[in-house]
């Protein structure tokens, strides 16, 4: 069986594994509101964007080790690989230190600001602890092993026993709430457990896929520690467009973090699928970048219509369907207006599509030229947010984003990927336009959202016509994208590279 179609099949494998993890995910969230309370599950919720930010201390280690390995795994320098791995490895361990002296930081002077109500000091702080442990744990036993299979163009491996790994966990976390009744601070200690186990997992297989990288004795390599700073630049901005919404909102209001993170999350599901897909084909795309391969911008297209028209599907099935979904979820009281649903739809197209820009960018090491337009995105996200949060809530805050990301950090990284690494005019606006027109009709169509006619619908209801809508608008997006690039897809299909 070739690499190509055992990827195939493993992105597949991931996909559906990861559709059963949003699944229990969905019910540990309800079991969480309902066992512990809204503000508990506030407090997770919360966390999982504090927590985010200790990658900081990071600082795009694994990006640039992932960019210099490139040359040495295309070479089949085993020596070289061996001491980037090695200091990837011991890098990694510092950083895990560090972030540890901040998590108990953070465990102690986060429940001061927190807007609780009935949640206790302590408890709000070692839950915090707990969780911010389960974050960290990884950079101490995984982080290392992952980059190294990712660039070997193992990602599918990756995403496969991640997948396996955390549907475990929380299958786990739901017994010990449901049937065990445990603690809260038990049902964490889990996931801290857990993550350990898929680190031991890792160390076999890079003794099985990576040629025997293992057992070479070599100097630890921190060259790529010089790109660093550049890559830093990136994760700084992208914290604060990506993490910051419900950190502003724990303090201004705690009462709306259930119901945004109820939305941004479901959303947040939607783009991971295209992530988890498009993750595959980086080391593909970087290795036709450093050989200089012709076919690089006809191979982009056709990976770019694919994110269209999966962009487009899930935009129209997120827009008719979420206020319904949130409704039997977790009840009427947490549904937000349509004004919110059509901005989280916008940002939800974007991120969609975007990251197939940031691979052919990253692919080329441009984290240098591109790091202003993440600096300018970031900043404006903020200082809006800060600002319409006051007037408009939830509705301001996913303004401030929309804009930012749209008028800040697509144009700049898109002329970067079209004009400086493929040689191309910038035509990304006209797809934008395709997909935003296609998903508008088809909207129309199905006759928007629902809010506002929540009697009659029930599970079964809305599984039917998420199905049929699914259908339909699968169908009508890849004929749209399809007759948009077919020049680019009939040369795919043709010469299969």
């Known amino acids: 069986m070739s690499k190509e179609i055992k990827r195939h099949i493993g992105i597949i494998c ?88 901040v998590l108990f930081a953070i465990a102690v002077i986060y429940p001061f600001i927190m807007n609780r109500v009935s949640l206790s000091f302590m408890k709000a702080g070692l839950i915090l602890f707990l969780l911010g442990l389960r974050f960290v744990i990884p950079y101490f036993v995984s982080i290392a092993s992952k980059t190294l299979l990712n660039v070997y163009d193992y990602k599918y491996v990756v995403d496969n026993v991640d997948s396996l790994g955390y549907i475990a966990i929380t299958s786990m976390e739901i017994f010990a709430i449901s049937l065990l009744q445990w603690s809260v601070y038990g049902v964490l200690l889990i996931g801290c457990i857990g993550n350990i186990v898929i680190g031991l997992v890792y160390v076999l297989f890079i003794r099985r896929f990576c040629a025997g990288v293992h057992k070479v004795e070599s100097v630890p390599d921190f060259e790529p520690e010089g790109m660093t700073k550049d890559i830093l630049f990136h994760q700084i901005t992208g914290l604060l467009n990506n993490n910051i919404d419900t950190i502003i909102l724990s303090v201004v209001n705690i009462a709306l973090v259930t119901p945004y993170h109820a939305y941004y999350s479901t959303m947040y599901y939607f783009q991971q699928v295209i992530n988890k897909i498009n993750e595959n084909y980086c080391t593909k795309i970087g290795m036709k970048i450093k050989q200089g391969d012709q076919n690089l911008y006809s191979y982009f297209q056709v990976l770019l219509a694919f994110h269209m028209a999966t962009a487009i599907s899930a935009v129209v099935i997120f827009v008719c369907n979420i206020n319904d979904f949130i409704y039997l979820w977790i009840g009427e009281e947490f549904l937000l207006s349509n004004c919110c649903v059509i901005l989280l739809a916008l940002y939800l197209m974007l991120r969609m599509t975007i990251n197939i820009i940031f691979i052919v960018r990253n692919g080329a090491g441009l984290y240098k030229e591109s790091k202003w337009f993440s600096f300018r995105e970031g900043i404006v996200n903020l200082a809006l947010s800060l600002i319409l949060v006051q007037f408009w809530g939830i509705e301001g805050i996913l303004f401030a984003t929309v804009l930012a990301t749209y008028m800040m950090l697509l144009p700049g990284n898109a002329r970067l990927a079209y004009n400086k690494v493929m040689g191309k005019r910038n035509t990304l606006w006209a797809d934008y336009l395709v997909m935003i027109i296609t998903a508008a009709c088809l909207i129309l169509g199905f006759g928007g959202s629902t809010i506002g006619e929540m009697g009659s619908i029930s599970w079964k209801i809305l599984l039917l016509r998420l199905i049929g809508q699914a259908l339909v608008s699968v169908v009508i997006a890849t004929m749209v994208v399809a007759i948009v690039k077919w020049k680019y897809i009939s040369q795919y299909l043709i010469k299969g590279k």
């Open 14 to 101: 991931s996909l559906l594994m990861y559709f059963v993890y949003v699944i229990l995910l969905t019910i540990r969230t309800r079991l969480l509101i309902v066992g512990y309370g809204s503000e508990v599950n506030a407090v997770f919720q919360t966390s999982s964007q504090i927590f985010t930010y200790l990658i900081l201390f990071e600082s795009g280690m694994g990006a640039a080790y992932q960019f210099k390995l490139y040359e040495p795994v295309s070479n089949k320098d085993i020596q070289k690989i061996a001491g980037l791995f090695t200091g990837l490895k011991r890098s990694m361990q510092k950083i895990a230190l560090r972030m540890t002296a």
